[in-house]
């Protein structure tokens, strides 16, 4: 079995711990074994939760490098290279290639607000100069635009794209995408809350926020949605849905970050500006989450 088709089942969009402004190396290794130690299924470094936008080029590669490396092979790492320029895209795509990654994630362009043919080349491009995996990555919350479901399929036809992130947020949408696509092309929630309707509906797993203070809860509620164990899949998700939305309550990746600190697994909850540590109405609605189920 390829490390591509391992994708499946709660994959951590891993936070990226910093301190006095820097990559905290240490604590990154210390959570990646963290979650592998307790079943996570993947690992996406340099993702939007990993505040990829405010690393640089260095720092970036540096991360995936390291990820990959202690990994070890355990789980697959798939790598977040996407730009909103399609030269950097490719830069970090080949980067991410020659550090050993399984696949990458690659985002749609933000910002410039390209039309559906300019998404199709941006990619084309990427998988026609780099030689990996990719898993495209659609979140119009965060990008404006939204990669219809026609385009998606169009992709889907190029060898190397084997799958989506999907973080529209719509089961209508994520429904179009597995009813058009190849039956073998992953589908991955990119929200929590959407995660086991994804996967009843015909999906393979969720890229999770979640996850990275609750890996084995959202491991255990993949692999239940995943063999049709519904009531175990229901339990869990309702048990753990409030905590989903709490990882929202403050500025991405705030939550997730303090959460993981919360629980010792890295030395600082800091975040690079232009976003903040957690105000305290937050935080206290974090806290209240994280103990309900058991966390703290």
């Known amino acids: 079995m390829t490390a591509a088709q391992r994708i499946q089942g709660a994959i951590t969009a891993i936070v990226t ?14 959570l990646i074994n963290f979650q592998i130690d307790n079943g996570i299924h993947g690992l996406v470094p340099c993702g939007t939760t990993g505040e990829s936008a405010t690393l640089s080029f260095a720092e970036h590669k540096r991360v995936i490098e390291l990820t990959v490396k ?6 697959p790492v798939i790598a977040g290279t996407g730009a909103n320029n399609t030269l ?32 199709y080349r941006h990619f084309k491009a990427i998988t026609e100069t780099v030689d990996i995996p990719v898993v495209l990555y659609n979140v119009p919350g965060r990008t404006v635009t939204n990669m219809a479901p026609a385009t998606v399929a169009r992709l889907a036809e190029l060898p190397n794209v084997i799958g989506i992130k999907e973080a529209c947020g719509c089961l209508n949408q994520i429904s179009e995408i597995i009813r058009i696509c190849p039956k073998d092309f992953i589908v991955l929630s990119g929200d929590d809350f959407t995660s086991m309707p994804t996967v009843l509906i015909g999906g393979n797993g969720v890229i999770s926020v979640t996850s990275n203070v609750a890996p084995k809860a959202m491991a255990e509620l993949m692999e239940a949605a995943l063999r049709g ?10 048990k753990f849905f409030p905590l989903m939305g709490t990882m929202f309550c403050y500025p991405s ?14 030395a600082s909850p800091e975040v690079r500006l232009p976003m903040t540590e957690m ?3 937050s935080l206290n609605k974090l806290t209240a989450e994280m103990k309900k189920v058991g966390l703290i």
Request: charge should be negative; hydrophobic fraction near 35%.
């Open 17 to 30: 711990p910093m301190r006095d402004g820097r990559v905290d190396e240490e604590s990154l290794v210390n």
């Open 70 to 75: 202690t990994v070890a092979g355990r789980v």
């Open 88 to 119: 950097e895209a490719i830069e970090l795509t080949e980067s991410a290639k020659d550090s050993g990654a399984d696949a990458v994630l690659s985002v749609v362009p933000y910002y410039n607000k390209p039309s559906q043919e300019g998404l």
């Open 229 to 238: 164990d519904l009531a175990k899949a229901k339990e869990i998700h309702y």
């Open 253 to 266: 990746p705030a939550p997730a970050k303090k959460a993981v600190h919360l629980i010792g697994k890295i």
């Open 279 to 281: 105000d305290e109405p």
